[in-house]
């Protein structure tokens, strides 16, 4: 079982270059979720989706794109990257309100 | 207004002692959730203890037990036994709304706590 799998683990982005953090979860979870993770900041919402074709902002969004066709996938886009956006970046998903999250083992991203 | 605060930057135990980190909320929906999940230094997030709004009893999990006190918007998280594998950084989650709602996926942190154990 794998969970929720992230890709890639590590990134180095150019200003203005575009690119997709992959997530993947086979647990048929309907919650899914981003985050990224700033020192001193805890983890903030960038989107979240309840569903296939359900999404919404979160407390981060400006500067990202997510889109929810399946169940399993939730991709999120940095449409042009920018030095402010050098985080860790966190997927999560969960079935349940009283369910806990599970997270990918996230992504550091690294924007020159 | 932080939605979920902890105060404590930094806490130090020694081991085999019990250490409470804290957590204050603020929500005005009767139906949350509160949650503490545990990030090594490697990185990883791991879920330790669950709480509901409505629930009667304070959650338990082995040697994590949640303080909750509702009317002061508390939901402390007390380490019983501290052991040196514990040292890692503590974070404090709410999710508020009911199912169905769009709102409900959305989990609130707190800046977090960082524990060190020492021998």
């Known amino acids: 079982n794998a969970g929720v799998t992230q890709t890639p683990k590590f990134q180095v982005l150019k200003t203005g270059q575009s690119m997709t953090l992959q997530c993947a979860q086979d647990?048929?979870?309907?919650?899914m979720s981003w985050y990224r993770q700033d020192p001193g900041m805890g983890l903030r919402l960038i989107h979240y989706?309840?569903?296939?074709?359900?999404?919404d902002q979160g407390e981060v969004p400006n500067g990202y794109n997510v889109s929810r066709s399946t169940t399993e996938d939730f991709p999120l886009r940095l449409l042009s990257a920018a030095p402010s956006q050098t985080s860790v970046y966190f997927c999560a998903s969960s079935r349940a309100r009283e369910s806990p999250l599970h997270f990918g083992n996230g992504t550091r991203l690294t924007v020159t | 207004a932080q939605k979920i605060t902890q105060t404590q930057p930094g806490m130090f135990v020694q081991e085999k002692e019990a250490v409470t980190l804290d957590c204050t909320y603020d929500?005005?929906?009767?139906?949350?959730?509160l949650f503490w999940y545990k990030q090594p230094s490697s990185g990883e997030m791991i879920f330790l203890i669950y709480q509901g709004s409505y629930d009667q009893q304070n959650a338990t999990e082995g040697r994590y037990s949640l303080n909750f006190q509702k009317a002061r918007k508390s939901a402390n998280l007390v380490i019983s036994a501290s052991q040196l594998g514990d040292s890692a950084m503590y974070f404090c989650?709410?999710?508020?709304?009911?199912?169905?709602?769009?709102?409900?996926?959305?989990?609130?942190f707190g800046q977090g706590t960082i524990l060190t154990v020492h021998p």
């Open positions: 647990m048929n979870h309907e919650y």
């Open positions: 929500t005005s929906d009767p139906s949350y959730g």
């Open positions: 989706s309840v569903g296939a074709g359900i999404t």
């Open positions: 989650a709410m999710r508020e709304g009911r199912p169905g709602g769009t709102s409900y996926g959305k989990l609130t």
